[in-house]
């Protein structure tokens, strides 16, 4: 048996999940899906990032206590993955209890051993940003979303030697260049440890944020929230001496924003190379998703599309399908109405839907719903045969590079040879000439023992209806990933039918 452990971020708990936490979050869940289907041990994670001058900031705005509303928040995250049919193993909460003595055992290990240190720190301060911030961001003197310029502030802060871990993971990229994923995310990597990156500020005073895991050694401080967030990757596993950090952590992949890039290279790598933990197997950097009018999607702008809204207009399943086929993992991409529907109707109603009602049609209205036992297989239906016996392994060779939308396109794609199948053979003429009889049980079994293959190979990717779509076909729900074929559809069985994709009526044209 072999282990993979597979995590999203953990998202701050400041306001609603949006479209952008779902895209990463579904492709995590569909991943651990299909390695959960092939056989392998998964353990996916997400989480509440919940301390951290953000949360603080907007518990404050709204007038509550920030462990209440950190909860209120972590609660409606649960939740929003429920509806997305994101199935976690473990949900990570930076409050809990358990997590916080991670921090602070990892905090005083790195102290012990010469990594921590206390300096004045010096800076330009945004005050309306509560964070430090660079020259470089400055235009006209201040930040663009501040009214104030920044100001010079000088406290005392502990820091992190990350700078001498620098050498260390220059060359682990230059060793390892399936590491980042995609590549362009890698080069800028290697282009950051070219520079000195210096040390990482790892706390605040209390005076000016409570609201952390204090150090352990100095309560005047807590720890900075990024420090204490990345941990939380290896906390659930009950690091450091559980059987189940030994058993995932050597096979753990990260799913991330291009947001995040750094503090998941130039912080983490430097972490656990200072704990002694292994680095991670791989970092799969998504790109982000655009609004229909081409723009980053972001509340300000009013352009994003509300995931549990969609969800609930056009099914989870067709919202799942059309984030991983319209926005190619690493790029960016626009996720707007018009897209789910056109993805809803053409690939999903059109092609998918239109092949199963129609194969099942033709079982209840020629054959009285019993499953015909197969004949003689001819070039055609060897042809998808053999098709249907290479695309388990094609499915997953993609998604072990995280290409979800290709690997979804090629069973679609099979779909499509199914359609031409069905018009090619022409089941209605068979249907007219009784001397075609057997030649029509063996067209009528292809098509639905082709079915319960797709309906395997996109299960992860949309479990609702591909659940439906066996159940119409009479084969229970359970391991089939790689069923040889005649093993899926039993002849005899009972079929049903049924609209699996309802078209919408006229695509509304809302953007
Ligand atoms: O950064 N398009 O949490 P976060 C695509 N707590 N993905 C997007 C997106 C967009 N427009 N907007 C956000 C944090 N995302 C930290 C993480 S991990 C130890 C701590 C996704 O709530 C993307 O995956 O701001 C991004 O990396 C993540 O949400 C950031 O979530």
């Known amino acids: 048996m072999t282990y993979r452990y597979i995590t999203t971020p953990i998202y701050y708990v400041n306001d609603r999940p949006h479209m952008g936490h779902a895209y990463a979050s579904v492709h995590a869940d569909i991943m651990a899906r299909y390695l959960r289907a092939a056989g392998h041990q998964v353990m996916l994670l997400t989480g509440a990032d919940e301390h951290g001058e953000k949360i603080a900031k907007a518990a404050k705005e709204a007038n509550e206590a920030p462990g209440a509303f950190a909860e209120r928040h972590a609660k409606s995250f649960e939740e929003a993955w429920r509806r997305l049919a994101v199935e976690p193993d473990r949900f990570v909460r930076t409050t809990a209890p358990d997590h916080a003595r991670v921090v602070s055992e990892?905090?005083?290990?790195?102290?012990?051993?010469?990594?921590?240190?206390?300096?004045?720190?010096?800076?330009?301060?945004?005050?309306?940003?509560?964070?430090?911030?660079?020259?470089?961001?400055?235009?006209?003197?201040?930040?663009?979303?501040?009214?104030?310029?920044?100001?010079?502030?000088?406290?005392?802060?502990?820091?992190?030697?990350?700078?001498?871990?620098?050498?260390?993971?220059?060359?682990?990229?230059?060793?390892?260049?399936?590491?980042?994923?995609?590549?362009?995310?890698?080069?800028?990597?290697?282009?950051?440890?070219?520079?000195?990156?210096?040390?990482?500020?790892?706390?605040?005073?209390?005076?000016?944020?409570?609201?952390?895991?204090?150090?352990?050694?100095?309560?005047?401080?807590?720890?900075?929230?990024?420090?204490?967030?990345?941990?939380?990757?290896?906390?659930?596993?009950?690091?450091?001496?559980?059987?189940?950090?030994?058993?995932?952590?050597?096979?753990?992949?990260?799913?991330?924003?291009?947001?995040?890039?750094?503090?998941?290279?130039?912080?983490?790598?430097?972490?656990?190379?200072?704990?002694?933990?292994?680095?991670?197997?791989r970092l799969h950097v998504s790109g982000h998703l655009l609004g229909a009018d081409g723009r980053k999607m972001s509340k300000s702008l009013g352009n994003g599309v509300d995931p549990l809204a969609a969800a609930h207009t056009y099914g989870v399943d067709a919202l799942r399908y059309t984030l991983i086929r319209e926005v190619s993992f690493g790029f960016d991409g626009i996720i707007s109405h018009a897209v789910i529907e056109q993805r809803l109707n053409r690939d999903l109603a059109d092609d998918l839907g239109n092949l199963a009602s129609r194969s099942l049609s033709m079982v209840v209205k020629y054959r009285g719903g019993v499953v015909p036992a197969p004949k003689v297989y001819e070039a055609a239906e060897q042809a998808l045969i053999v098709r249907s016996r290479e695309l388990p392994a094609v499915v997953l060779a993609l998604v072990e590079e995280m290409k979800l939308g290709r690997a979804a396109e090629q069973v679609m794609e099979f779909v499509k040879q199914l359609n031409v199948y069905v018009a090619s053979s022409a089941p209605w003429t068979l249907a007219k000439d009784p001397h075609a009889a057997g030649r029509l049980d063996t067209v009528l079994y292809t098509l639905l023992e082709a079915l319960y293959s797709v309906s395997n190979l996109l299960c992860p990717v949309m479990p609702g209806k591909m659940t439906e779509l066996q159940a119409w076909l009479g084969v229970s729900a359970g391991p089939g990933w790689d069923r040889p074929w005649g093993e899926g559809v039993k002849p005899g069985g009972i079929v049903r039918e049924g609209i699996l994709f309802p078209k919408l009526a006229g695509e509304t044209g809302i953007e």
């Open 106 to 281: 990892c905090l005083t290990r790195l102290f012990d051993a010469g990594e921590i240190y206390l300096a004045e720190y010096e800076g330009l301060y945004s005050v309306g940003q509560e964070r430090y911030v660079t020259e470089k961001e400055l235009v006209d003197g201040k930040l663009p979303e501040d009214k104030e310029p920044p100001v010079v502030r000088r406290e005392p802060n502990y820091f992190f030697r990350m700078e001498a871990h620098r050498d260390w993971m220059r060359q682990l990229l230059l060793d390892t260049p399936d590491l980042i994923q995609p590549a362009q995310y890698r080069n800028e990597v290697l282009k950051l440890l070219e520079e000195p990156i210096g040390d990482l500020s790892i706390s605040r005073p209390v005076e000016r944020l409570e609201w952390g895991i204090p150090i352990p050694w100095d309560t005047r401080h807590v720890t900075y929230v990024w420090f204490d967030a990345l941990l939380s990757y290896v906390s659930p596993l009950g690091y450091p001496d559980q059987p189940a950090f030994a058993h995932f952590w050597p096979s753990v992949r990260h799913v991330i924003g291009k947001d995040i890039l750094r503090t998941h290279t130039l912080f983490w790598l430097s972490m656990t190379h200072a704990l002694g933990i292994a680095p991670y197997r």
